[in-house]
Every structure is written in structure tokens, then in C-alpha cells.
């Protein structure tokens, strides 16, 4: 399924937003990724961008895609029923319906309403503190995921979760942390539907609670290494004025979670930074090398390429406030579908292009730009 890499390419990251039911336009991302012959060997995620990422992490690569699908197939699995007609008020109700009876019954192999409310349990338990059980997600992960090859670190694996005394984001990571279904329960912990999960006798909620998507830890991580990214997101941050109620609850739900792209976006900036102080640092005087305090911003400085490789969810008319928890099949596979889509576009004939590092440079690509240019080349227009 992968190509073999050559010493100049760029180390492949996949990094995952949070974001429920949409989880499923990221598998068919990582599909299109694999149909042109690019495969990530690091994974970063979040809450449901931290399941995809322990699928693919904890599986060898032709056994990835059977396993993803595995689990979508199974969360899918409450509701199989198709749309009755295609307009965009019976599906925008029928998305409800889903929606409704999901909040009602649970996501099969994923979680499951409690017995009574959490009042009825005693304070400081997980069951006081949430209204569903993720014992069923538990199983999901012991079943499709092998955290002995993760373990191996074959596939580097950083998952993201917040402690809630602290409030501080953490980042765990296969490279110097055994990460089992805990770690993964953790990081898609997100209150108050589910419960808090326990590590090194830490509480620990939806690392989305404070930073949706993890770039900025996957660049300060390798301060060295050349990167192709490829950055999945779920929530758009930039969409039309709301026209009513649910349209508000809705775009409220973009802007909060897209938003936190916001700290990687300073993170690229950074790096820009950085790149432009070793270059100037190597214009300065060779009687200055020695400085102690240039040797401090030479060690604060770094000169490995970066590429971002964008690629966004455009949300359908007829989906709204519920999207991230409207499991119905029709919606996941038109979700999958969207993915693949998206990343045959980007990708497209520029595998050999996003594959050439170059020393010292920030690239960011819009997957939408590059559809856009794209298009124009195909009619003729030069622009």
C-alpha cells in the first residue's frame, strides 16, 4: 500500500480533529491518501480523530482500512433505514430522527445511556458526572486495535486529552508513553455525555475541550524533521449568517471547535519565525558565533520544511447542530465518501510535489484552493 520513501522526503503525519459521526469523512481521506501510494507513518488525534488514529496506528497497513471500516460499519448499525426521498427538508428530518433516536438508545460499539440520571449516583463517580457509558468503546478498541503493535512504535501514535483539575492539555505519545484504551477513552471523554477516564491517577476529559486540533503539538514535537501534513478538520471555521435557531446552535458549534485551530495557526507562524531567525543568524558577523545568547536563539531556531495540507468537511444543507452525533449509515457513508473525494482532489497528480521538501519553507494548502486552481487550469483559465 506505501511507497517506498527516499532519504529526502518529508516524514508523512496524519493529524485528526475531533468531531463524532463526521469521523467518518477522515477514514475516506486516509483512504484517498492510500489509493495515491502516500502513507502516514505518524498519527496525531483527537477524541474521535484519536479512535481513527488508533485504528490505523494498531493495525498493520493492509488490515487499516478493513478495521475502520469495521468500526464505522458498527456505529453505524442503529440506524440503517435510507432517506425516504432526497430533498433537503425529508433529509434534514430524517437526520433529526437519527439524531433523536441515537441521543435515546446510545451508538452500538461506541456508548450507552446510563440507568437512572447522574443524580442518582453518589458524587465523585464517573456515573455522577455523565449521562453514558463508553464501557461499549472500550471493547470496540480491545477488538479492532492490537496496542502491542502500537507499542512497537511502527506508527508513531500522539493522542490528545485534558487533565480536568488542571485544565492543561496533554499529548500522549507512543514515544515515550504505553498507550492503551484508556488513552483513547480519554481523548474522546467529552462532558457532559461521557464519563472522565482515569490515568496514573489523573481525571482526564476531551483533549477538544482546549485545543480540536493537534498541530501544533506534531511541530514542536519534531523541530528537525522535514513534514508532510495532512490536516483533517471537521467543523469549517468560516460559513453563512444563521437564519434561525437551529442554524445558530449549529454555526456556534463551528466556530467553537474550528476555533481551535487557532493555536496551530500561531504554531505555523512560529515556525516562520524561527526559519527567518537561523537565516538571519547566518548572516551575522563570525566573530558573534560564539555569543552565548546567539547560541541560544540558534537553539530556539529551526530550519526543516513544513507542508500543511488542508482539507476541510463542507457540511451538507440539510445537516445541523446534530451532525457530530447523527450515526445513521447513509450519513456515515456519504461522509466516507465526501473524504475520498476530497483527497483524490487534493492529491491528484501532486504526489511527487507535497513529496519535495524544501529546507527552511512553510507551505499551507487549501484543499479548496487547490480545487479551485485546479478547475481553472482545466478550462483554460492561466490565473
Given amino acids: 500500500m506505501a511507497a517506498s520513501k527516499t532519504q529526502a522526503e518529508p516524514r508523512q503525519v496524519l493529524v485528526l480533529q475531533g468531531g463524532g459521526a463526521l469521523g467518518a469523512y477522515q477514514v475516506g481521506v486516509y483512504e484517498g491518501l492510500c489509493e495515491k501510494t502516500l502513507s502516514p507513518d505518524w498519527v ?106 502500537i507499542r512497537s512504535r511502527k506508527v508513531r501514535l500522539s493522542i490528545g486529552a485534558v487533565n480536568i483539575e488542571t485544565g492543561h492539555l496533554r499529548f500522549f505519545d507512543n514515544r515515550h508513553d504505553e498507550i492503551g484504551p484508556d488513552h483513547i477513552l ?63 446552535a449549529e454555526r456556534e458549534k463551528e466556530i467553537r471547535f474550528a476555533s481551535r485551530r487557532r493555536g496551530a495557526e500561531r504554531a505555523l507562524q512560529l515556525h516562520e519565525a524561527k526559519v527567518a531567525l537561523r537565516r538571519l543568524i547566518a548572516k551575522l558577523p563570525a566573530d558573534l558565533a560564539d555569543d552565548p545568547e546567539i547560541e541560544v536563539l540558534q537553539a530556539f531556531s529551526r530550519e526543516n520544511a513544513v507542508t500543511v495540507v488542508q482539507l476541510i468537511y463542507e457540511s451538507r444543507v440539510w445537516e445541523s447542530n446534530s451532525k457530530d452525533y447523527e450515526f445513521s449509515r447513509a450519513t456515515m457513508l456519504e461522509h466516507w465518501s465526501a473524504g475520498l473525494a476530497d483527497a483524490a482532489r487534493t492529491v491528484a497528480d501532486r504526489r511527487s510535489q507535497l513529496l519535495k521538501a524544501r529546507r527552511g519553507a512553510t507551505t499551507v494548502l487549501d484543499s479548496r484552493i487547490l480545487d479551485r486552481q485546479a478547475h481553472a487550469k482545466s478550462h483554460g483559465d492561466p490565473s
Avoid at 493495525?59 to 453505524?76: H, K, M
Avoid at 472522565?196 to 480540536?212: A, R, T, Y
Wanted: proline share 9%.
Fill in 44 to 149: 496525531a488525534g483527537i477524541s474521535i480523530g484519536a479512535v481513527n488514529a488508533a485504528i490505523i496506528a494498531g493495525n498493520p497497513p493492509e488490515r487499516r482500512l478493513e478495521r475502520l471500516r469495521a468500526f464505522w460499519e458498527r456505529t453505524s448499525s442503529a440506524a440503517t433505514a435510507l432517506p425516504l426521498t432526497a430533498d433537503g427538508r425529508s433529509r434534514s428530518l430524517f437526520n433529526e430522527m437519527s439524531a433523536a433516536w441515537i441521543a435515546t438508545i446510545g451508538v452500538p460499539g461506541f456508548f450507552r445511556p446510563r440507568f437512572g440520571t447522574p443524580i442518582s449516583y453518589p458524587d465523585g463517580s464517573p456515573e455522577a458526572l455523565s449521562f453514558y457509558d463508553t464501557c461499549p468503546l472500550r471493547q470496540t478498541l480491545e477488538e479492532l486495535v492490537d496496542f502491542d503493535l
Fill in 186 to 248: 480519554a481523548s474522546g471523554a467529552l462532558p457532559p455525555g461521557l464519563p472522565p477516564i482515569k490515568i496514573e491517577n489523573q481525571w482526564w476529559w476531551d483533549g477538544g475541550l482546549v485545543s480540536n486540533t493537534p498541530l501544533d503539538y506534531v511541530l514542536e514535537s519534531a523541530p528537525e524533521e522535514d513534514l508532510l501534513v495532512f490536516q483533517v478538520d471537521l467543523f469549517n471555521s468560516a460559513g453563512e449568517m444563521p437564519r434561525n435557531i437551529l442554524e445558530a
